[in-house]
């Protein structure tokens, strides 16, 4: 009947967006025979779309689609909340034990005990259901390798404990207690999905610093958030200005979607659009004070990087794996630019194209009449294929079809980057071992001369673990195991345990660097043949990139050796100063160290002892301040050094315990001591003294300063004012 049936309302009618495909569609719900907390008997299980449409431009007319299609979708947790008789999903059966892990946490850190209360929609209930979401989710995507950061999916992961963070603050907890949850989570859902349970402990420990470092700036951004709208409500606005969102997402670490929510809480709009903006215009900031990490940033131009579409590409053949030389190359397109430069494709092409973190290749296209186009850098377009950067140096652009003599790649800068990439797959094996299973590389740059590695891990790694992991990379090499790279189907890849960057594509086909018993991952860059070929190894240091990412930054090969001879060289110089051999340096340092400490103690001495005689041997010059007695006392044999006009004030304090004392030192020099039986104030004097020609001040018992014109001079101008007074 028309009742049951209905065809092209827009309750029956589904489209992704304004544009795109669209159809009708049919909903199955079920009569849960009580309303839920919002009035509704009916909860959606099922949705069938009928795709059959597609509207080419917004507000358009739909016009058939050329494929016809059916999507269909079940709500799994629905389901399973009509099968338990539950009005809600968070009443089943896998939810409870987190909201309850969740509810204890929190009571526990405000010390009062916090209610979920099924089918309501009270603040307790609703806090509780979102800390429990938020923790389910956030530990899938730690368990993935997705920590907290400031970028990418990173951010996603952060904007959702951010949020989780804030309810449990709204509900009184002012300690970490997220983290407390993922033991529920694992004895819930780590049977099915067993990287939550293997990485139970890591999760737990990314979540609590996440909630230290954001909880120290919650209440200092919320006071901040509470000032804003303040000062909007005086004004009578009622959209939050973009540039004040963006403040509370650069200074308090506020995601801007959360600053929304709390300012639509109090009634208030946002203007996105503005703080966007100003996003922008910090991003360009950093761009331009950025330094440069080792690779060219210069987009390929826009012409070039549409050959990517172009059929002559697909005759496009890359053989540098197995080689670094490559004859009779053909030109398969050339672009030449207005600087001296042009864009070429060649094939067989021996050139590794930048990627992966790794720098592309330099070297050079040999042409038939004997001159050479120096090949400066080499980049990958979108089809896979590597096009090359060349300075023309006055010689002619050879033409697409045109056959080249020799393309040849730098031997020496090619070795160099795979002897940094092995050592970077090394690397991430011993982090692994080293501080857990929870690390996952974040970002890498591999050049010929270093190496930097980005991985997520809650804190710094201490100094011990550091020599651990470079101990075990160094024992890698020496053990001089085959490095081989094979292609593999990527369901057999995974299975055999190797490891894959989450969030990067693969085809069904990929290439794997398995180096047994120490690293296999997912890699397209080039490497060594065997571990020993990287030669020396050396870990520079770690440093912190952002919230829940470290640094590694290591160098190999010859550059490693380069800084072992400057660092040995460094040593040598440094025993000659001091008189010994290079292996007793650390041992005579100390020595030298302890001898300077009591030295400096000696002269600490000494000069407490000359500001005590240049005291005793100053002629005081007495004078009365409302009652308080006061003498000046001018001291030629004591510098103006701020130590010893203190010492000399402290010496002063002895000799006159009854009376202030006004202390000069090298004619320019004041200070004002005042002993406890005295109650004169030392700033206030000092800064009377100095009457605006000077800098100083200090506190009510001493207050030191120095003047532009004599001390004397000022001191004297002070006391005849306080007469006058």
């Known amino acids: 009947s028309s009742e049951r049936i209905q065809r092209g309302d827009e309750d029956n009618f589904w489209s992704m967006g304004d544009t795109g495909p669209c159809g009708t569609c049919t909903e199955i719900f079920v009569d849960q025979d009580q309303p839920d907390a919002d009035g509704e008997r009916e909860l959606e299980v099922w949705n069938i779309v009928f795709m059959s449409l597609d509207r080419p431009a917004p507000n358009a007319t739909p016009v058939p689609l050329d494929h016809l299609q059916i999507d269909t979708g079940m709500g799994l947790e629905r389901l399973a909340a009509v099968l338990q008789g539950k009005t809600n999903n968070f009443d089943t059966d896998t939810f409870k034990p987190i909201l309850a892990a969740c509810a204890d946490a929190v009571g526990q850190a405000r010390g009062k005990p916090m209610q979920y209360c099924e089918g309501s929609r009270d603040d307790e209930t609703t806090a509780l259901r979102i800390m429990a979401d938020h ?24 904007r959702i404990l951010r949020r989780a963070i804030r309810f449990a603050h709204l509900s009184g907890a002012r300690a970490p207690v997220l983290c407390e949850a993922v033991a529920a989570v694992s004895s819930e859902l780590g049977g099915e999905y067993s990287t939550i349970r293997d990485q139970e402990s890591a999760i737990a420990r990314v979540i609590r610093v996440e909630e230290e470092v954001f909880g120290q700036a919650l209440q200092r951004g919320i006071s901040e958030f509470d000032s804003v709208i303040e000062t909007l409500q005086h004004r009578g606005a009622r959209i939050v200005p973009g540039g004040s969102i963006f403040h509370l997402y650069d200074t308090y670490g506020f995601p801007m979607d959360l600053t929304a929510v709390m300012a639509r809480e109090r009634g208030f709009d946002v203007d996105l659009v503005g703080a966007e903006a100003a996003m922008n215009e910090q991003r360009m900031r950093a761009r331009a004070a950025w330094s440069g990490s080792g690779t060219s940033t210069d987009p390929v131009p826009a012409a070039v990087a549409d050959w990517a579409s172009s059929a002559a590409l697909q005759r496009f053949e890359f053989t540098g794996y197995t080689s670094l030389r490559a004859e009779s190359p053909q030109v ?42 120096s090949v400066l850098r080499s980049a990958r377009l979108s089809n896979g294929s590597v096009v090359l950067r060349v300075a023309l140096d006055d010689t002619a652009l050879p033409k697409p079809g045109d056959i080249l003599r020799l393309a040849e790649v730098d031997e020496a800068v090619r070795h160099g980057a795979a002897q940094h990439h092995t050592v970077t797959h090394l ?147 440094a025993a000659e100063l001091v008189q010994c051999a290079p292996s007793e340096l650390a041992e005579k340092t100390e020595k030298l160290m302890a001898q300077a400490k009591s030295a400096r103690k000696e002269v600490d001495r000494l000069k407490a002892k000359i500001a005590a005689l240049a005291v005793k041997s100053a002629s005081p010059l007495s004078l009365g301040s409302d009652g308080n007695q006061m003498v000046v006392l001018e ?18 304090k002895q000799l006159y315990r009854d009376a202030a004392a006004i202390i000069v030192a090298d004619g320019k020099t004041v200070a004002v001591a005042a002993t406890s039986k005295s109650s004169v104030d030392a700033n206030g004097i000092l800064v009377d003294i100095l009457g605006g020609n000077g800098q100083g001040g200090g506190s009510t018992r001493f207050a030191l300063g120095r003047c532009e014109r004599a001390a004397k001079e000022a001191i004297e101008l002070w006391c005849r004012a306080s007469k006058a007074a």
């Open 427 to 573: 690397v991430h094996a011993a982090l692994r071992t080293t501080l857990g299973d929870h690390v996952a590389q974040a970002g890498s740059l591999v050049a010929p001369d270093r190496l930097r590695f980005d991985f997520s891990h809650p804190k710094p790694v201490r100094a011990d673990a550091l020599e651990d992991i470079q101990r075990t990379v160094r024992a890698a090499i020496a053990s001089n195991v085959p490095v081989s790279a094979q292609e593999e189907k990527l369901e057999d890849a995974l299975a055999s345990g190797a490891i894959a960057q989450f969030g990067d594509k693969y085809g069904d086909e990929v290439r794997v660097i398995d180096i047994p018993g120490l690293s296999k991952e997912l890699c397209g860059g080039t490497h060594v043949a065997k571990t020993g070929d990287i030669g020396a190894f050396v870990l520079l240091g770690e440093t912190s990139v952002a919230s829940g990412t470290r640094r590694i930054e290591a160098l190999a090969g010859k550059a490693a050796l380069n800084h072992l001879y400057g660092t040995e060289e460094t040593l040598r110089k």
């Open 135 to 158: 923790i389910r989710t956030a530990s899938f995507l730690i368990a993935e390798g997705v920590t907290p950061s400031n970028a990418g999916r990173g951010y996603v992961c952060r």
């Open 332 to 373: 398969l397109a050339a672009h030449e630019c207005n600087d001296g430069t042009a864009w070429m494709v060649v094939s067989p092409c021996p050139f590794y194209g930048e990627g992966g973190g790794q720098v592309g290749d330099v070297g050079a296209l040999n042409l038939h009449n004997g001159t050479a186009l």
């Open 635 to 652: 001291l030629t044999e004591c510098d103006g050094e701020p130590a010893m006009v203190q010492r000399a004030a402290n010496a002063a």
